[in-house]
């Protein structure tokens, strides 16, 4: 397939090269005798056999000093096509340079020929002889099709690190194919959105990526604009973004599905954000563990549901190396007045131990056992809460109330009993 297009391409530069031969006088004449055996190394070569075309252009060679300017010319332009197509791109720049080092040749085959050269060069990574091959280029062409070497440049001066060069000519290639109500390839504007992150130009970066958006609609790049949002502190187009792509279908990577729960949490929308969260979990998108775990018990607790959030803050417990989160759990079940839940989950944190707070927990198993009528052992807790500072003021004050608590009950029994 490559030596058909190599064959195209030199048929084109002959019938160019033909015409602007008539154009130009100082150009010579091709001999049909150079090419005839120009063409015999092209046909060895479509057949295969690549070293019998190559030995056949140093035949041609060894009668350098009787050929013109055009004939050598053509010959090392064979010679660079014939190691293009063996993807030997160093042998093929030096024979396309020497092409452009002849006098008197064709315009269109020192365009051509140009134009191919800065091509490879930024293909080898050698951008500044990029650059210097389109400034050559540009010199024999016209202004009007300079626009066809603006992309290439872009790609050169970015390369380079000078980004600001390189954002004009990128800019120009995307503005005039928009002007003409069609759609920039796809390669440009990643390259745009590239110089302006280097630019740190976020709010650009954001408008490119738009466009990616409306023009291409790939999910990566849902995420990545959601993300841009997220850095301009535009958390309700952040969400947006993440919410469509997601409905979409576009969110099937763990850390996406993470992004989106953390966005509707902190927009406060954290029934979604454990609903996600959960799914995620459920279907191994996102690893079980003790980080994840929390965020998500931290998204029942915020949406009030206590039971998911109970068993959510469980399952993490499990993985904890300290009683903290049996500790949530408890205050979360004593505030739901699930009352002998919270003393189990209260004396499984004392047990597992290493509190911030022990004595709240202490306190917890009192208001619990208060809430069930068991005075006693609530003012045992309340007095073993009372040695810890955390809970000493508080603890005195359940205890007196408990205390009322059981005077009162005791009356009141004392009173049906006399009844």
Do not use: C
Request: aromatic share 10%.
């Amino acid at each position: 397939m490559r030596y058909f297009i190599i064959v195209a391409a030199l048929i084109t530069v002959f019938v160019h090269s033909s015409a602007v031969a008539q154009e130009r006088k100082k150009t010579p004449a091709l001999r049909e005798q150079v090419y005839s055996q120009l063409a015999r190394a092209q046909q060895l070569a479509d057949e295969g056999d690549v070293n019998a075309g190559l030995d056949v252009l140093r035949n041609v060679e060894s009668k350098l000093s009787s050929m013109n300017s055009y004939e050598r010319a053509m010959l090392w332009n064979f010679y660079g096509y014939m190691y293009y197509g063996e993807d030997n791109i160093a042998k093929a720049i030096e024979y396309f340079a020497k092409v452009v080092e002849e006098e008197a040749i064709p315009e269109a085959l020192e365009q051509n020929t140009l134009f191919s050269l800065a091509q490879l060069a930024l293909g080898q990574g050698e951008f500044e002889k990029t650059i210097d091959y389109l400034q050559k280029w540009e010199r024999v062409t016209a202004p009007e099709q300079h626009q066809k070497a603006w992309v290439l440049k872009a790609q050169a001066l970015y390369q380079q690190g000078d980004y600001k060069a390189a954002l004009a000519p990128i800019t120009k290639a995307i503005d005039t194919v928009e002007s003409k109500q069609q759609v920039p390839e796809e390669n440009w504007l990643v390259l745009q959105r590239a110089i302006y992150f280097e630019l740190g130009d976020t709010k650009r970066v954001a408008a490119v990526l738009e466009d990616m958006v409306r023009y291409y609609n790939k999910p990566e790049y849902w995420v990545q604009l959601a993300g841009v949002y997220g850095q301009l502190g535009q958390e309700n187009k952040q969400l947006a973004m993440l919410e469509t792509a997601f409905q979409q279908g576009f969110l099937t990577k763990g850390q996406d599905l993470l992004n989106l729960a953390q966005t509707y949490f902190f927009n406060d929308v954290p029934y979604k954000a454990g609903q996600v969260l959960e799914q995620a979990l459920e279907q191994g998108a996102v690893e079980r563990n003790l980080r994840h775990l929390k965020l998500l018990a931290q998204a029942w607790v915020a949406a009030r549901e206590t039971d998911k959030a109970s068993a959510a803050l469980l399952a993490a417990a499990a993985l904890s190396d300290d009683g903290e989160l049996d500790a949530q759990r408890a205050t979360l079940l004593l505030n739901a007045e699930r009352n002998k839940d919270a003393i189990i989950a209260a004396q499984a944190a004392l047990e597992k131990g290493d509190l911030k707070q022990p004595g709240t927990m202490h306190l917890v198993i009192g208001m619990a056992e208060l809430n069930l009528e068991n005075f006693n052992a609530a003012l045992q807790a309340f007095a073993v809460a009372k040695k810890f500072d955390d809970a000493r003021k508080s603890a005195s004050q359940w205890e007196r109330y408990a205390q009322a608590e059981q005077e009162q009950q005791n009356r009141l029994q004392e009173l049906r009993a006399d009844i």
